[in-house]
Each structure stands twice: as C-alpha cells, then as structure tokens.
C-alpha cells in the first residue's frame, strides 16, 4: 500500500474518477483493535470513495493505508461457526463443480488456513500464501504455507497449478491486474479459479455505510469483477452471490488455453489439406461426390483447391442451389432427385452440422451402400 494519492483507477486506469462519497470519521482500519496506551494517537479518518465511469470499479482515493500494513494483519473470521460451514460447502461446491479431486491449488492470502485446509480435506491439494505473521502462524499448522505477500517470485512451480483461490483479498489490493497475471505464472493454460470479494451490490442496497472502511482499496459489483478477469484473460463461468449474500464469488478459468489452441490450429492447416489431397488419391478414377453446397461445403472446395475433374458434383437438398455452381471451386450442385446414389463410390459429408441426419437419409431414403466420409477433425471413411 502507498499513500500518495491515487488519481488512476487501479482496473482500468483511467484518470476522471468520479466523488461517490466522502466520510470524514471514518476508524484507522477495522483490523486491529487498540491497547489503552495507543488511544492517544489514534485518530479517526477522513475518507473519500470514487467511482471510475468506465470500469465502474468504486474505490478509495487517497489517505490509503501505509505500507507493510498487511505485515501483521489479524482478521480472521474463522471463529464463527456460521464461516466454517459456509467455507466448507464453498470448498466442496469448487472442487465439485471443476473436478478438482486429487488436484493442486495455490490460496493467494490464506488467513488462517481454514479455507485451505477445506480444500486439501475434500482432495484439492493447496499450498496458502500469506503476508502476515500471526495469520501464517495460524495456517502453517492446518496446511502447506508461505509466509510473504504474493508476486510472481513466490517459490511455487511454474505453470503447474489446476487452480488458485483467493477469499476476501482483492478488495484489499493496489493493482489487482497483477495479482492476476502474476497468478497466470504458476496455473496451467486451462486452470481454474475462485475469488471472493464483498458485494457492493449489497453494500449499496441495504445502507451498509459501516461496510466502507479503509481496509479496503476497493469495492467491487458482478459486473466489475467479470471485467477485471476478462481483461486479465480469464473466461468467467459464473458469478454469484454467496453467504447471505454478503460476498460475491466468481468461478472462471484460465483462457491462455484459447490461445495455444488457436496456435495449433492454424499449425495443422497444411496437414489438413494433405490428408484431404491423400483420401482424393487414394479415389483416383473413382467417382467421388460431396454433399453440402452450404457455407462450410463451399469454403471446404475453395481452400482444398478441390477441381471440377476431381468429383462428381456437389449435392444438395436445397432446391433452390440444384444446377448452380460453388464459388471458387466451380462445381456443379445437383438436388438429390437428380442424383443416381449408387453409381457414387464416396460421398465426402461437408454439411457438418447435418452431418448425422444426411447419413440417415443417404442409407435409409436413397438406400446409398457405398462409401461415406466426414470431414472432421481428420477427413476419414466411415
Ligand atoms: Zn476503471
């Protein structure tokens, strides 16, 4: 944490923050409370609460908490009842829900271990990161544990994580966008996550005045916590309101797997179209058709280089395309009436989507008996 005013917003960085709200008597922070010595000094607090328009992230601007503050930070809520149950059946639900069982996680900002130790009981095996020493002191007892504020030099195993949870932490952060890139260092390109963070929503609607505080750098709604991860690359599954609707908590996986899919599909684009150019040898001086004068049955003939002389024609059930000709490749479409089925050899199913229903009908209705191929993911014969 730093003190100087902050002017950004800490998402999306822009620089007119809007006044939400001031609160001149506002406690030094709600964490600690105070020995009789230590009344002295202690003052109450002027705090100003901001909006930012674009990202609609509400946050605190200026007078912000000194740093190191966290170095012996001593909320823990894990005393209720009420919290370990809930903590329980979150952890459950989480490892239910992306079937984390017999997998690894990392807690960002542990506590006292409790969720941690939730985790590891239900199967998600879970290392907690935890900057203060007290709290670090609590969670090492429950579970495997660090003690040091998390960033991308924690000593945890690179790209290897199924999942990372964070429980009532990025509402306290300076720059969530990199805890959440640093978090991508260690999860695997499809890992999951979990983040709780109080609800603003509810805050705003039932008078929570008493829920603004200094402890926390900002105050987030559904909305501005889907924004915060899709702009970090994180593919939100579900974002819901959970324990009487005090927190909010958002499931969401690692979308760096999107990317190294992307890769390798444009990667096997040559390969692809050698195996089509093989399965069209292999039919040399064999009459060959293709069904589907649709999108993907055109582009398929264009981008296969697919000639006049080397099949049949193309069909179609569409009327409307019967004697026309496919753009690029120039082939001739025939309706079904126009065709004599088992005078074809091999009939190429390029109407993907109608895939099943056109086999149904080339085997029951036209009584085909030869052979059929489909085009994905390898052009193969069935
Ligand atoms: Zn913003």
Redesign the pocket.
Known sequence: MNSKTIQ???????KK?RVLFKIKNAPFSVSKLLDRDQLAKDKKQPLTLKI??????S?LAGNLLPSGFYNDYQMSFSYSRMIQTYQQRLAEDFIRYFKLNGKSAFEIGCGDGMFASFLNRKGLKTVGIEPSVPLYNLARKKVKALNQYFNKRAPLKKKHYDAFVSRQVFEHVDDPNKILQDAKEFLKPAGVGLIEVPSFSTIASFNRYYDICRDHRSYYTPV?LQ?LLATNNFQVIKIFHTAHNEYITAYFKNNEYHQQELKSFFARYAGYRQSIKKLLTKYKGKKIAVWGAGGKGVTFLSICDIRPEDILFVIDSDTHKGNKYTTGSHILVKTPAAVEFNSIDLIIIAAVMFQEEIIKDLIGRYKYKNKIAVLSPYPHIL
């Not at 950004?8 to 822009?14: D, H, T």
């Not at 930012?52 to 992230?57: A, E, F, G, Q, V």
């Open positions: 950004k917003c800490i998402i999306c960085g822009n923050l930012c328009d674009t990202c609609k992230l946050q501005t924004y």
